[in-house]
């Protein structure tokens, strides 16, 4: 008999971030001594072992020597290429940033090198020269500079930018026009706003009316942020909107708001919204604001906010973690314990090496994994969407879109499953990106032993910023279920799934024996 344990996660903050590189000592003794480390170093960079690397180029950062660490940006192996992308975000060495911004960093030839260190960049500690920013967008380049608007939003926010705030704003502006790509738009609508907010109100505005999604999302949530004029309104209105994404926008902004008015706005959302987990969500908001703790029935909620006076207001709330209203929506269906909330999810199952290990009389994980989901697949209604996209290094989705849950489609994919026999490095990374492809998607759900082995990205933390990032202008919510894996991986997927709406799950497989 199969026994599932199963454990909510709780949230927990980031590990802290690398030390702040230091030069050697003053002394002779120091200085042969800083040498002799140098020459280890520079022999494990050599090794074959990309945590020999790894280990090498934290070494390096610590000694304040960059040079090595830079090349490592390059590294094919993950792992090393990230511990340098986060020993370049902690670094404060202002001769090592004026690097960064020239060829071989943000102009490199090597388009993830550009990226890398456009992450890096929001993670300087301050001050940092915007000026120098401003010079290096590129409506062109779409990722990267995605990711350099980002990393301006963060540093603006954490008020570690200096110089003429007008230029760092005029950059930006170049990368809202239509030329851009939806994605730079967003990002750069989203820093501009808190670069400078008045100056931003008009490009807010006409993103209003954009026919892309992503503008229109930024957009709504600068909007309330900057306090404009007509922000309700604007929120209100897009509660109806025919793409979910902008109206998850409008619920969220009108959650910040948490006014009399804007509290029946979504009163009124309540009884007609059609995805599942936006109705979870307008229950979860009316909660948080209120204080009350009625269910998904308009009446009740109605009725006591009406009872308010005009100028009442609730406590915002910023949090998309759901709660456990048991409201109704969503399907019946459990996989592995945990609920299948969305009626538009694509499975992201991880068939990396664990996935085979024998958990007890000869049966696999794999085994285990063919029978819960064949159970949750089961219990689906036809309405529902789905796919299933295994991964190792590198994604093999079942279908190219979700499909209706109809049995005949649900016993074709359980067919295909549990024939697939795929095995190597885990690579969640670009498996999320290409679920993310799938415009009808709101809901990933992640089947994972925690720990990625593959991909452009190794680190669990760094993975989690990114993802959040690229789902931020979707509103796609990324569920995760997490097998036998200890508490240090299982935060990161707390946190993954706290930031973008979703629940995350600890589990662990067992196979009892007879007698």
Not at 29 to 48: F, K, P
Not at 105 to 120: F, N
Not at 320 to 343: C, M
Not at 451 to 468: F, K, Q, R, S, Y
């Amino acid at each position: 008999m199969l026994v599932l344990a199963a454990t909510l996660l709780l949230w927990s903050p980031l590990p802290a971030t690398l030390p702040v590189p230091r030069g050697s000592g003053s002394t002779g003794d120091d200085r042969r001594a800083a040498a002799q480390r140098a020459d280890a170093l520079r022999a494990d960079l050599r090794s074959s072992w990309p945590s020999s690397r790894r280990r090498a180029v934290r070494g390096f950062a610590e000694l304040g020597e960059w040079e090595p660490v830079i090349d490592a940006l390059a590294d094919d192996e993950p792992e090393v290429a990230d511990e340098a992308q986060l020993a370049i975000g902690a670094a404060a060495d202002e001769r090592l940033r004026a690097t960064l911004l020239g060829r071989e960093g943000l102009r490199s030839k090597h388009p993830w090198v550009r990226r890398r260190v456009a992450e890096a960049i929001g993670r300087w500690p301050g001050p940092v020269d915007g000026e120098a920013l401003a010079r290096l967008f590129d409506p062109r380049q779409a990722w990267t500079g995605r990711r350099l608007a980002w990393s301006v939003e963060r540093l603006a926010r954490r008020g570690a930018l200096t110089g003429d705030a007008q230029k760092l704003a005029a950059a930006l502006e170049r990368c809202i026009g239509r030329q851009a790509a939806p994605e730079l738009r967003a990002s750069a609508l989203s820093a501009l706003a808190v670069v400078a907010p008045a100056r931003a109100l008009p490009a807010l505005a006409q993103a209003l009316a954009a026919r892309e999604r992503e503008p229109r999302v930024a957009a709504l949530a600068a909007w309330v942020e900057v306090d404009a004029p007509g922000a309700q309104r604007a929120a209100v209105s897009a509660l109806g909107d025919a793409d979910p994404g902008v109206r998850l926008a409008a619920l969220d902004a009108l959650a910040r708001l948490a006014t009399r008015a804007a509290c029946l706005a979504l009163v009124e959302r309540m009884g007609v919204e059609p995805r599942p987990r936006l109705a979870r969500r307008l229950v979860d908001v009316l909660r948080g604001v209120t204080g009350l703790r009625h269910r998904d029935d308009p009446r009740p909620w109605r009725a006591w906010l009406e009872a308010r006076a005009e100028d009442w207001r609730g406590l915002p709330h910023a949090s998309r973690a759901p709660g456990e209203h048991g409201a109704a929506g969503g399907t019946v269906a459990r996989f592995a314990g945990l609920p299948i909330v969305s009626d538009r999810v694509a499975i992201l199952l991880d068939f990396s090496g664990s996935l085979w290990r024998e958990r007890g009389a000869g049966v696999t994980r794999k085994e285990i994994v063919d029978e819960k989901l064949s159970q949750a697949l089961a219990l689906l209604p036809e309405e529902t969407e789905f796919n299933l996209i295994p991964y190792t290094g590198r994604p093999e989705p079942w279908s190219e879109q979700l499909v209706p849950a109809q049995t005949t489609r649900v016993r074709q994919a359980m067919r295909w499953f549990e024939r697939c026999n795929a095995t190597g490095r885990g690579n969640v990374f670009d498996a999320v990106l290409l679920a993310l492809t799938d415009a009808r998607v709101d809901t990933l759900l992640v089947f994972t032993d925690g720990a990625p082995t593959e991909g452009p990205h190794w680190n669990l933390d760094l993975i989690v910023d990114l993802l959040l990032e690229e789902t931020r202008y979707r509103g796609v919510a990324i569920d995760s279920i997490v097998v036998d894996a200890p508490p240090r991986l299982l935060r990161p997927w707390q946190r993954l799934a706290q930031g973008s709406g979703g629940r995350s799950l600890g589990v662990e497989f067992e196979q009892e024996r007879d007698g």
